[in-house]
């Protein structure tokens, strides 16, 4: 039996306005505060975080005919009154500004049912030929509109300080829209109910705020058994949903599973009343937090999950009554919560250099000539490309199986083996690019009929690769070939272990090898001695791609599809984009077009059920599909299975051809990547709170350890502060048998694999196992060792950088003509293949700021000029104000925003002009 509590309006106030909380009598708070595991997330709104709790994603949020949301006797019983539909028109209060109303911070909760009532009356009067208007509570009024009209949701603080303009509907709905506010404004701002507030200071209620309208297109499903709310939203949504509903109450929340929705703190924290919320959490103490420590210390509740929707972040906390010895070694107070998830320390950025790029005008004008738009031509010569036969990403442009070294003699292996009936086994990676590999791997082997199978070593227990270990757990399903993806060019004991029980194996992977190749039957790598493949930027699953094309070549060769159809692999390619943009390898011209015919069949629909679930779960539209989406969105919650669990997870999700099982699969690894996120945030901020103070210019390097860091989330927390300090940086986390497993990301102008060698060359027994690439590696040593190691690794890392690689450039196309600024280009660039050793095109240019203004208190949102002409632009993670005139190095994006789509400036970098 499991509660899932959600409390709106618990972290509301600061640490400075809560002060000590010892006045405060919570110790059952306390106790579940120190109970089993606790997150914080990013901010997530409360209505939102409802509506996903009933399993409805969309945002904004359509809440059908409302009034399910009120209560029987005060809405209609029919759901097709007069035809329309309902929408809330929440009282708000409005400040004045010259050009627009704004949007006030806070709703008029402190309104009464008589006023509420004369207002009502007065909109009912003046306003018949629109609607109806009705109330559920004094401040949660509706409006049955006559006609429908296209309303969506925008949670207040979305939209305070904006002007009202940007959320109206366009086209045939702007005029009723624009009629309602005006009119209603006027009408509620002259009422006597407002004349009387201001009077005695208060607020007037001088308009509406529309916030839901439409039907629900997916039905809320319930998340328990029953449903114990006394807020509209929950209450509407669990009768939407069929469960049953009832007033909070903890006696009976702790029969059953139940979702209990406690809103009373949220009330006193939107009117700013400190009083009042302690006084609240006082009584939630006695009537809820106290009960529910004594249930789960008492083995009468199994487990309980607290949501708490807070001002800037959202706090999830998991525990369970196995974990009851937890709280009494870890107690926390709300004041020492509160305080830990104030923002991290300030440590300040490596200095930012704007460098443009060297472009050739003549390579320009030679792509010009040959058709190329005259924007592309220079953002091509920028990056390497001298003629228009480098930009053909058809399918008969990519590289000849046959040239991959290995590639022959592993479709001679494998369809030997087919024929003969061999058992395979595939032994992945735990990364995306390993998923995808074994996924190409399995649909390709299984269509050509073959007996395949597929194991993923435990990130933590077994490690990476193929170890004798992983040999021994292999050996169970009695394989007579092992084929590795996206690891084995380093697994010389695995392999001498697979070959002791009679195992061939099969080696496809694209590491760069080590001093000693492992005697595999077959090696198919790129980067191995002696392979002349000119893409050495193949990704994992670009290798088993062209491995399986090559013994597709093998079966035609000996008759295997004359009587059968031939199977086409080009189904695969979805898979093998995925794999190749999320893996970050370097996107060459080989890799292009792979990446391109991957984009080419997502946008047409075209792509596995577990890739268009990863769509769908992410809210990404695979119709524009881009490498971002790969990298970005789909990628990590795959990358999540491996980091988190177990990445047969994510490998399922690519192999099932069950629509509805690949998207319960999408989900849970979107709730794994969510988790891996907050983790990544604690992570983080614990290693801000190292650096606080730390000076870059000393160091050359960076080595972090904390004995609780996740292993599957270091690599995440280094690329996180290298990006930052812009210097290598290796983050540990503690293996077993005292020994730490690090993950290291480097800067340009360090060879981070060859920094670890030249390591082990001067101390040679101070690790233990390292591999990887340029610019990402692994290692282990010993945890005694680690002082030794930074300061080795420092000395080696100095010796290797110059004073001007530890400057952090960013490498710009230079200015965008003003032609240029427009829609169609951003179309234009976002339709292209951007990534790894291809960047996305970024610009420089000189602009005036006209207005700044914090979002969330961390994104910086600018209106900037230049030459006439105003931009919209915005730095996300940056709080810092801007001058009066930069220099900003920016990229150009689509802003898509209530169905109005505008060109919007990513700032990368701003300096004073």
């Not at 005919?65 to 028109?89: K, N």
């Not at 049955?144 to 309303?151: D, K, N, S």
């Not at 292999?474 to 007579?480: I, N, S």
Request: charged share 25%; hydrophobic share 45%; with cysteine.
């Amino acid at each position: 039996m499991q509660i899932h509590l959600v409390l709106p309006g618990l972290l509301w106030p600061s640490a400075t306005l809560l002060g000590p909380a010892a006045d405060l009598a919570l110790p059952g708070l306390h106790q579940l505060l120190g109970f089993g595991q606790r997150h914080v997330t990013d901010f997530e709104p409360f209505d939102r975080q409802i509506a996903h709790l009933f399993g409805l994603d969309a945002d904004p949020l359509p809440l059908g005919t409302l009034r399910r949301l009120g209560e029987p006797d005060t809405m209609p019983a029919s759901d097709d009154e007069a035809g329309g539909e309902w929408l809330c028109a929440d009282p708000v209060n409005l400040s004045f500004a010259r050009e627009h109303l704004l949007l006030g911070e806070f709703p008029a909760d402190d309104i009464s049912a008589d006023e509420a009532d004369e207002l009502i009356a007065a909109l009912n009067e003046n306003f018949a030929d629109i609607g109806r208007f009705d109330a559920s509570t004094p401040t949660r009024w509706y409006v049955h509109l006559a006609q429908p009209t296209r309303a969506r949701l925008f949670p207040l603080h979305d939209v305070v300080g904006r002007p009202i303009k940007h959320f109206l509907p366009e086209g045939d709905d702007a005029r009723l829209w624009q009629r309602t506010l005006n009119e209603v404004q006027i009408v509620l701002h002259n009422h006597p109910v407002s004349q009387a507030r201001e009077a005695a200071g208060r607020r007037p209620v001088n308009s509406l705020w529309f916030w839901g309208a439409g039907k629900m297109e997916t039905a809320p499903r319930a998340p328990m058994a029953a449903i114990q709310a006394s807020d509209p939203v929950s209450i509407g949504l669990a009768r939407a949903s069929g469960a049953p509903v009832t007033a909070p109450d903890v006696s009976r929340a702790l029969a059953q599973d139940t979702l209990v929705v406690l809103d009373t703190l949220r009330r006193p924290s939107l009117q700013l009343d400190l009083d009042a919320w302690r006084e609240d959490l006082v009584a939630l103490e006695r009537d809820w937090f106290a009960p529910l420590a004594l249930a789960l210390r008492g083995g009468r509740l199994q487990q309980l999950t607290l949501s708490a929707p807070g001002d800037r972040s959202t706090l999830q906390l998991r525990a369970g009554a196995r974990d009851h010895w937890r709280f009494w070694r870890k107690p926390l107070t709300l004041d020492a919560l509160l305080k830990s998830m104030a923002p991290p320390p300030a440590v300040p950025p490596a200095m930012t250099r704007i460098q443009t790029r060297e472009i050739s005008q003549r390579t320009v004008t030679a792509l010009t000539d040959a058709g190329i738009h005259p924007l592309l031509a220079r953002l091509y010569a920028g990056r390497g490309i001298r003629n228009k036969s480098e930009l053909d990403t058809s399918l008969r442009a990519m590289l000849p199986p046959d040239a991959l070294t290995g590639t022959r003699e592993a479709a001679q292996l494998l369809a030997d083996a087919i024929e003969a009936g061999a058992r395979m086994v595939i032994v992945a990676d735990y990364d995306c690019d390993g998923a995808t590999a074994c996924a190409v791997g399995i649909r390709a082997l299984r269509a050509f009929g073959a007996d395949v199978h597929y194991l993923v070593p435990d990130r933590v227990t077994l490690g990476y690769g193929l170890t004798p270990a992983m040999v021994e757990i292999a050996a169970r399903l009695e394989p007579d070939v092992l084929i590795t993806v996206d690891n084995g060019i380093a697994s010389v004991e695995g392999v001498a272990a697979a070959r002791a029980h009679g195992m061939a194996t099969l080696i496809t992977d694209h590491h760069l090898p080590g001093d000693t190749l492992p005697e595999a039957e077959v090696i198919v790598n790129p980067n191995q001695p002696g392979c002349d493949f000119p893409s050495k930027a193949l990704a994992g699953v670009g290798v088993m791609f062209y491995t399986m094309l090559a013994l597709r070549a093998e079966l035609r060769e000996r008759g295997a599809f004359a009587t059968s159809k031939e199977p086409n692999l080009a189904e695969l390619l979805d898979l093998v984009a995925l794999g190749t943009v999320a893996d970050v390898v370097k996107l060459d011209h080989n890799n292009r077009i792979l990446v391109s015919q991957g984009l080419q069949r997502m946008r047409a629909g075209r792509m596995q059920p577990g890739v268009r679930a990863l769509f769908a779960i992410a809210s990404r539209d695979p119709a524009r599909a881009s490498a971002f989406d790969m990298g970005f969105a789909l990628g990590p919650r795959l990358n999540a299975a491996g980091r988190l669990s177990d990445m047969s997870l994510g490998i399922e999700c690519l192999i099932t051809d069950d629509a509805g099982r690949a998207m319960n699969m999408a989900q849970e690894l979107d709730r794994l990547n969510r988790e891996r996120r907050s983790i990544e945030a604690g992570m983080q901020e614990e290693a801000l709170l190292r650096l606080e103070g730390f000076d870059a210019g000393n160091n050359a390097s960076i080595a972090l350890f904390e004995p609780d860091w996740h292993q599957g989330v270091v690599g995440i927390v280094a690329g996180r502060i290298k990006e930052r300090l812009h210097r290598p940086t290796i983050a540990f986390a503690r293996s077993s048998d005292g020994e730490l497993k690090g993950s290291g990301r480097s800067i340009p102008g360090l060879h981070l694999r060859d920094a670890l060698d030249l390591v082990t060359k001067r101390e040679p027994d101070l690790i233990a196992r390292f591999g990887g690439h340029a610019m990402a590696a692994g290692l282990t040593i010993q945890e005694s060792a680690l002082d030794r190691f930074r300061k080795v690794f420092e000395d080696v890392v100095s010796g290797l950088v110059a004073p001007a690689d530890l400057q952090r450039r960013i490498e710009t196309d230079g200015g965008l003509e003003s032609g240029y600024m427009s829609l169609a280009s951003a179309r234009m660039l976002d339709q292209e293949i951007w990534g790894q050793g291809f960047p996305a095109p970024v610009f420089d240019d000189v602009f005036r700021v006209e207005r700044q203004r914090l979002l969330k208190d961390k994104h910086l949102k600018l209106e900037l000029s230049r030459r006439g002409t105003r931009y919209d632009a915005i730095q996300f993670n940056h709080a810092d104000g801007a001058p009066g005139d930069i220099r900003a190095a920016y990229k150009l994006s689509i802003n898509e925003y209530n169905g109005v789509s505008s060109v919007q400036l990513m700032l990368e970098h701003f300096e004073a002009a």
